[in-house]
């Protein structure tokens, strides 16, 4: 989600006037700039890593408001906490949902939270979906009663950041010799990691796998990596910068999107491995995930979870460089040919426009 929303400014910054108001991570509150628009991050409570509690940040909507009265509120769920807060602004000014996934692991939030998502959805201008596999997939936006709501924008990437060769992706191959799998992501349930580390075990003793990002379960999946009979093949690399992510993505031999639930809605990963020619193994959760990478095309799909099933994947794609050739490539024409930051500007554009339009005609 916070990838999306950085190219989207970044698509967009010619055309819209940004602010970007969301809960910080942790108790300290923060007030930057993301492509020249203000970036303001207000104080919260982290609940299992996923939901941020912040009252701080319906005061702030409210502040903000009165000072330039917004336009247009695009919201991006699952977020309660902003949702909530979007209730300081007028309800009069339009709202813009971008569904990246359906609620899935809190259970006990779903069913309180649930009457004011049906609201929240009933009442605004538009939704929008990167895949059409984000509606059929959801039990609330498959529903009749929002198809005349619905846009489908895929989204949109840099993919020259992705294409430029950078002398760090040769350091990564001369440190980690041998077949390269890389993985990106934060360290929460549902990406997966614990099962692909699991798998590693079942690789060729010349696969080495190189683990991005952090988050609540990094501590974990490290003692689980420590116990493994390849754990000195598996390596947690932290955080990654901007600047340096391309040099990963083009060092490896193949990505791997390990996810385990519907919580990984799309994998914006994907598309940056395939920006850079690699295939990607990922898995099987019948939405956005599958319909960015094409089982036998772009790479390959297994079934979530199967430890057997994402070991026999990357092994057959490890052991055969052709083929990882061949997918590769398709891999790069499918971003070029379904992504790109031009086609994301023109189309939220588009629906931001018939948004304002609509509640103007609909105040007057």
């Known amino acids: 989600m916070q990838t999306h929303v950085d190219h989207l400014f970044r698509a967009l910054r010619a055309d819209v006037d940004y602010v970007h108001l969301v809960p910080s991570r942790d108790s300290r509150s923060f007030e930057g700039k993301l492509h020249g628009f203000p970036l303001i991050r207000t104080p919260s409570w982290n609940v299992d890593g996923s939901l941020a509690l912040s009252p701080r940040l319906w005061a702030r909507a409210r502040e903000l408001h009165r000072q330039k009265p917004f336009d247009l509120v695009h919201l991006h769920y699952p977020d309660p906490m902003s949702h909530i807060a979007s209730w300081a602004i007028a309800a009069h ?6 569904w990246h996934a359906d609620i899935v692991r809190q259970k006990l939030m779903r069913t309180v939270y649930h009457p004011f998502l049906r609201s929240s959805l009933r009442d605004c201008k538009a939704i929008v979906v990167a895949t059409p596999a984000h509606i059929s997939s959801s039990p609330e936006l498959s529903k009749p009663i929002y198809a005349d709501k619905q846009h489908i924008i895929p ?3 840099d993919l020259a950041h992705y294409e430029s060769r950078l002398p760090l992706a040769n350091t990564l191959r001369q440190q980690y010799p041998g077949c390269l799998i890389f993985a990106l992501g934060r360290h929460v349930h549902y ?3 614990d099962v692909l580390i699991q798998a590693m075990a079942q690789l060729p003793f010349d696969a080495q796998l190189l683990i991005g990002g952090e988050g609540p379960l990094s501590d974990e999946w490290k003692a689980l990596a420590a116990q493994s009979s390849a754990a000195n093949r598996i390596h947690f690399v932290g955080k990654i910068s901007d600047a340096d992510l391309p040099a990963y993505f083009q060092a490896c031999d193949v990505f791997c999107l390990p996810a385990v639930n519907q919580a990984e809605a799309f994998g914006i990963v994907q598309v940056e491995a395939f920006a850079c020619g690699k295939p990607v193994v990922s898995t099987k959760l019948n939405n956005g995930v599958d319909f960015v990478n094409q089982d036998g095309i772009t790479g390959y799909t297994v079934t979530p979870s199967s430890v057997d099933e994402l070991a026999q994947a990357l092994a057959q794609l490890l052991a055969n460089p052709e083929l990882r050739q061949k997918l590769g490539q398709q891999a790069l024409a ?10 994301l500007r023109s189309k939220t554009l588009a629906v931001y426009q018939q948004a304002v339009e609509a509640a103007h005609n609909q105040k007057t």
């Open 155 to 157: 989204f949109g990437f």
């Open 93 to 98: 000014v339009p709202r813009v949902i971008s």
């Open 334 to 343: 499918r971003a070029h040919q379904e992504f790109s930051l031009e086609a």
């Open 191 to 193: 990406k997966g990691f």
